[in-house]
């Protein structure tokens, strides 16, 4: 297990994905939380067999996967059963991240997600690494990734943390306005420091 895990956040379309691929291209191992609240939904696992329990089995695709459009519904629309799943999952989703932690065999280790100072997941970070971009250009890199409208990817952006909420729990801060190349310039800087901390 690394003794040093940096937490990477940023609001939705900031560069996350362009931050840790990077370093993941210098051996550094990254624990995404996106992914871990999908491996804790996948056939077989016990999350799955509760929602359908709870939901019927409607809520499983043909593949018998879990329909997400579905119960993305079910939990705009009732905020019963958003509490009742996110008290299924998040403790799931917890003990998912801790065990790829403690799986990670490279000098440091990232954990990313999109919630971490909105949750307690920046509770299992020893650093905070925030992505940060000007709104426009984080509206303009998503509406051209996703296809989604202005409003879309406003109201997305509302239910996360602020730009200046993120800027003050970052104990570093990586400057995705530019291109990528000056991105991984910095990180290349950003990687060394890592390096030095970790072998402390
Ligand atoms: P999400 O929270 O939605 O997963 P993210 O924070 O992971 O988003 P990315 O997917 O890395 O963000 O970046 C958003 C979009 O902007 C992508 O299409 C990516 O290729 C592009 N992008 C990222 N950084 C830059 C950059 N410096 N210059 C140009 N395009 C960029």
Redesign the pocket.
Known sequence: MSKLVIGVT??????????TDYFSSLGITVVDA?QAARIVVEPGRPALQKIAQRHGQDILTDEGTLNRSKLRDIIFNDDNERVWLEQLLHPLIRNQIIQELAESESPYTLMVS?LLVETDQHLLTHRILV?DVPEEIQLA??I???GMSRAQARTIMAKQASRQQRLERADDIVD?????E??FQQLDKIHQTYLDLASL
Do not use: E, H, M
């Open positions: 940023g609001g939705i379309g900031s560069g996350k994905t362009a931050v996106d999109p992505v890199r998503t051209s990734r996703d995705n306005s530019g291109s990528l000056q991105l």
